[in-house]
């Protein structure tokens, strides 16, 4: 069963398990939704069922507090897409926040109120002082969803994926 991890004014964020397998090979299945994510085909059920959903149950047995989570809507369950606090090894030891919502529900505020509230806990419950974020630099609606969080622009990098900007919030 999924534990529960945060609730929002419209969502709650949610443990990933097996059962959300096709959930998230049909959010993956949008060229749109994997357009920033330097992700050019979409994941197979078998690769999310065999490969991505153990590596999310690793992060949920050796990093306390941290992992991904996937995002219902809280008034009728539906699968908005997910959240995550992982360690972000382009940036030294950060914990980066970051999420990947179903083209559906974009600009509908869904990634800000699910990012405020991971920041929240971030500081609170887990006692971080620092996370991030990245982004590539075309991706203007994740950049703006940090900036309303509060983040400032940290850095900027160079990846395989192109030009990507680092934004960071600290507790302070």
Known sequence: MAQ???TT???RLRD?????VDDLVELDADPEVRRYVHMPDPPSREQVATDLIPRIERLYALSQG???WAAERRDDGAF???????????SDDAIALGY????????SGFAT???RALIDYAFTTLDLTRLVALAL??????????QKVGMRENARLEIEAGAVVEYEITRD
């Open 4 to 6: 529960m991890l945060l």
């Open 9 to 11: 004014e419209r969502m």
């Open 16 to 20: 990933i398990t097996i059962d959300d």
């Open 66 to 68: 941290l992992g991904f």
């Open 80 to 90: 908005l897409g997910w959240f995550h606090l992982k360690p972000e090894p382009l």
């Open 100 to 107: 990947r919502l179903g083209r559906s529900y974009w600009g």
């Open 113 to 115: 109120e699910g990012s």
């Open 137 to 146: 630099v075309e991706n203007t609606a994740s950049i703006r969803v940090m």
